[in-house]
């Protein structure tokens, strides 16, 4: 038996999913309070990447304490799209906002093409950088996964507490439902979309400084990030937020499919299945999984705006 | 008045030949400059072995425009190319960025606007494939110093050579090897056990070069009798590779074999180290696994890993001139010559025998030159026997005098990781580990 490689890949599979369910997170919340698609997710995120890559490296800090300077980044990035550029295209046709959101990532990716070129850049130092905890049966958790699911989960709660336990998050949800109801009883919408563009751009940087930490960046990093967030909401529901909680863990485990198909070869014996090459389409059935949802339930398991 | 006239005619003669003179003087002579393009990947994934070629060119340059008296090499005596009045090489370096598009391109632009003579480059086999094409195109030479994918001298190019050995020769290079590991051949080490050492898994980059390799690494395993179970082609520049990791570890390999560009070759040992692999033996097929970068940013956790390689700076100790070469890199670098530096420095001054042999920049007396040049071992700072061209056959414009090593990254009593020769085992420069001591 070859529990070890089934183990190992559920488990990388969970831990990997968590931190994309928080990258998918910020989608889902500017969707559900704007009904406005954001193309330039996935360079907010490699924005978070790059500031925990630089602070780490330039400041000699340990790269996992770099969070709230890219949390902090990601709020003011949020702010600033959204009042000096989304708000004037809410005034134009859908296709507008999302051309307009295209050209935003657009921009971001030459901005960070123009500052750091195209190389890959990563962290090689640090407390949890090369470290694993054994789990027993020869079934590894590199620490520095660990630490960032871990970290992914606690951000998840603070921003689901956040939305269901404050005034501000309960206008906030107001403002997704009916915007026009919020305003008549007074409810600043133009902030809490504001708000949303915020807090959707300070969960995926800080999701994209936990990623560094085991993940390389280039200025072309975001669109695989983008596709699998867009995959995860989808999945999940546009606008749920404990969708892409579950669609993210869903999502992590598609990505684990070759080690269960190894776990599956080494059972059985077949080798003909060891020289199907499943690394290489890794994230095709990713998309698949996409593909078949929209067949299926173009609403998401969880449907839309929960 | 007759005299006059005279004076005339002849002040009229002697201004007709002034001006067809100056109209027509030979190529040669009017030419100061030789510029050859030179393109490498400056950035991107392979931005370290990118600098080390351009590095290892410039150096060669550097030494065929000048005169280095001390250096046993026919181009160090006479400065700039003695059969054109002394005509300087001039490099004109275009960066890639590992993409094949853009670096046919840069050819396009280098022939069509730069005026070069010739092309040197490029490192990715996938690249070097388009520039060749462009280059076979326009009927203009091209020297290729660094790609090792076998197809590249199989396309039946008359304008393109190739002075690196191809990753055929460096394949079969590990499998002997691996043979000879078994047979009790490796300094240091008793022998081992066939079946001690037999399950293999590898994983090379989804390009040219590492599609080839992965093929080739196919082919010699069953040719060798090993068990190959695993053979994972990935992407290129990835990541993440923690998923292939373990499907690679999943089958429990006595050695793994890479292909990989430096990034990905950084990335994988990490994640190994991650996993706290334990296989009894690492190979890399050079590129990544043998760059400075590789080195610098890993540390300690890469001693006991093998690359095939064409250049240690431990054949100093072997061969004088890779000795004094070194030294010279190194004073203007900081860095001892690399496998990548050394094929640089190799391809210019493959280019520069092959000018001062054609005597002219005409692209037909390039091309006689190149396929009748024969540059001696003792020229080079790499081990080869020689350059010299196949001009018939399946392989055209192969250098069938070119031949590789195996390093393996060791501590010196310096606590230096430095690269030392064990293959081939009568070159070897210290004893073998073995095994991998795992992480």
């Given at each position: 038996m070859a529990l070890d490689v089934l183990v190992s890949s559920l488990v990388a599979g969970v831990l990997i999913g968590t931190v994309l369910a928080l990258v998918a997170l910020g989608l889902t919340i500017i969707f559900g309070v704007m009904d406005i698609v954001n193309f330039a997710h996935g360079e907010f995120l490699m924005v978070g990447m790059y500031t925990g890559l630089l602070v780490a490296q330039g400041v000699g800090m340990e790269p996992l304490l770099t969070l709230p300077a890219a949390g902090a980044v990601g709020f003011l990035l949020g702010i600033v799209c959204y009042f000096g550029f989304v708000k004037f295209l809410l005034r134009g046709p859908m296709l507008a906002q999302l051309l307009g959101t295209f050209g935003l990532m657009l921009f971001l990716r030459n901005l960070a093409l123009v500052f750091f070129g195209s190389e890959d850049r990563a962290i090689h130092h640090g407390i949890l950088v090369g470290k694993s905890l054994a789990l027993g049966m020869g079934v590894m958790i590199p620490a520095t996964k660990l630490a960032a699911a871990i970290l992914s989960v606690l951000a998840f709660i603070c921003v689901w507490l956040f939305i269901h336990k404050t005034k501000t998050g309960k206008a906030l949800q107001a403002t997704a439902v009916n915007p026009q109801g919020a305003r008549y009883v007074g409810i600043p919408t133009d902030k809490m979309n504001g708000l949303a563009w915020a807090i959707g751009g300070a969960t995926v940087t800080i999701a994209g400084a936990l990623l560094v930490n085991f993940w390389a960046v280039n200025p072309y990093v975001g669109l695989l990030f983008t596709m699998l967030a867009f995959t995860i909401v989808a999945l999940g529901g546009f606008g749920s937020v404990p969708g892409a909680f579950v669609a993210g863990l869903i999502v992590g485990l598609i990505t684990e499919l070759p080690g269960i198909w190894d776990f599956i070869s080494i059972t059985l014996g077949w080798s003909w299945m060891s020289k199907v090459p499943m690394t290489s389409f890794k994230y095709t059935w990713v998309y698949l999984a996409y593909f078949i949802i929209m067949l299926i339930s173009p609403k998401g398991l969880f449907g839309w705006k929960r | 008045m007759k005299q006059a006239r005279a004076v005339l005619w002849i002040c009229l003669g002697v201004m007709f030949l002034l001006v067809t003179f100056c109209l027509y003087v030979p190529p040669v002579l009017a030419q100061q400059e030789i510029a050859i393009g030179v393109i490498y990947p400056i950035t991107g994934g392979a931005a370290s072995a990118g600098r080390e070629l351009q590095n290892g060119a410039s150096l060669a340059a550097e030494i065929a425009n000048g005169v280095f008296a001390d250096l046993a090499m026919d181009m160090a005596k006479e400065a700039g190319i003695k059969s054109m009045g002394g005509a300087k090489i001039k490099l004109i370096f275009k960066d890639h960025e590992g993409n094949p598009t853009l670096g046919a391109d840069l050819a396009k632009k280098l022939i069509l606007d730069d005026k070069v003579v010739g092309i040197l480059g490029c490192y990715h086999s996938a690249v070097t494939k388009a520039v060749s094409a462009v280059c076979e195109q326009y009927g203009i030479p091209m020297i290729n110093d660094s790609s090792t994918s076998p197809a590249l001298t199989q396309q039946g190019y008359k304008w393109f050579w190739r002075t690196t050995p191809h990753d055929g020769t460096f394949t079969k290079d590990l499998f002997e090897f691996l043979k000879g590991l078994s047979e009790g051949k490796s300094k240091g080490v008793p022998p081992v056990p066939k079946d001690q050492l037999n399950t293999l898994a590898a994983a090379c980059e989804k390009t040219e070069w590492g599609s080839a390799?992965?093929?080739?690494?196919?082919?010699?395993?069953?040719?060798?009798?090993y068990d190959l179970k695993k053979n994972i082609l990935y992407t290129a520049k990835s990541a993440d590779l923690s998923s292939e990791v373990r499907s690679l570890l999943a089958v429990k390999p006595d050695a793994l074999l890479f292909a990989s560009y430096t990034s990905d070759a950084i990335l994988m040992v990490k994640t190994l180290k991650a996993e706290k692999a334990k296989p009894k033996l690492i190979w890399g097929q050079d590129a990544g696994f043998e760059t400075p970068e590789f080195r610098t940013t890993l540390g300690e956790?890469?001693?006991?890993?093998?690359?095939?390689?064409?250049?240690?700076?431990?054949?100093?100790?072997?061969?004088?001139?890779?000795?004094?070469?070194?030294?010279?890199?190194?004073?203007k670098t900081g860095y001892d010559l690399s496998d990548a530096s050394a094929r640089g420095f190799t391809g210019v001054q493959t280019w520069v025998a092959i000018l001062e042999k054609a005597g002219s920049t005409r692209p037909e007396a390039i091309q006689a030159a190149a396929n009748a040049i024969n540059i001696p071992g003792d020229q080079l700072v790499v081990p080869w026997k020689g350059i010299k061209f196949s001009t018939s056959g399946e392989e055209l414009g192969q250098n069938i005098m070119g031949s590789g090593i195996i390093g393996q990254y060791q501590k010196n009593q310096a606590g230096e990781v430095v690269l030392e020769i064990v293959y081939p085992f009568e070159l070897a420069t210290s004893k073998l580990i073995y095994p991998f001591k795992g992480y």
């Open positions: - | 390799a992965s093929a080739l690494l196919e082919k010699y395993a069953k040719e060798y009798g956790d890469i001693v006991g890993i093998l690359t095939r390689t064409v250049f240690s700076p431990k054949l100093g100790q072997v061969k004088k001139i890779s000795g004094q070469v070194n030294d010279l890199y190194k004073k």
